[in-house]
């Protein structure tokens, strides 16, 4: 029995998304902007139209198109669900990692979602497009 995997939104076994040129599994289209902000500049192409989001937890690839594919060490910032460390941005506008909720939480200062976004600013945002490597 397969396990599906879900992230962003879309089902990895999606068959009419792009695939992965490194591991073969879908991706998620992202727009131009969040390619732009996020791969380092001396990596990012001429144009950044066409690119994709892998899915894959496992895959080194963060994003791919036809002009080319940009692993892990192409980009700004570690990706949520590729990363397994509690210092992964959850929130990338306001830059709060899961370590920083899994301590308020323990600290007992926090609640719910309510309390959260209060004493971390997490998920208040509004710059999802160029900080979050989904671009959500």
């Avoid at 029995?1 to 289209?29: K, N, Q, Y």
């Avoid at 940009?70 to 460390?85: A, I, N, P, Q, Y």
């Avoid at 920083?100 to 323990?106: C, G, K, P, Q, R």
Wanted: glycine share 12%; proline share 6%; hydrophobic share 30%.
């Amino acid at each position: 029995m397969s396990r599906e995997i879900i992230v962003c939104g879309v089902r990895a076994g999606d068959l009419t998304a792009p695939r992965c040129p490194v591991c073969g599994r879908p991706g998620r289209g992202v727009r131009p902007e969040t390619v732009e902000n996020l791969v380092l500049e001396e990596e990012l192409p001429a144009h950044c139209e066409g690119y994709s989001l892998c899915l894959d937890p496992g895959c080194e690839v963060i994003y791919f198109g036809a002009a080319g594919v940009f692993f892990k060490k192409d980009v700004r910032v570690k990706v949520w669900f590729k990363e397994k460390d509690h210092d992964v941005p959850v929130c990338y506008c306001k830059g709060v990692t899961g370590r920083e909720i899994i301590d308020h939480l323990a600290r007992g200062c926090c609640r719910d979602m309510k309390d959260i976004q209060r004493h971390t600013g997490a998920n208040t945002g509004k710059d999802c497009l160029v900080k979050n490597p989904a671009g959500t």
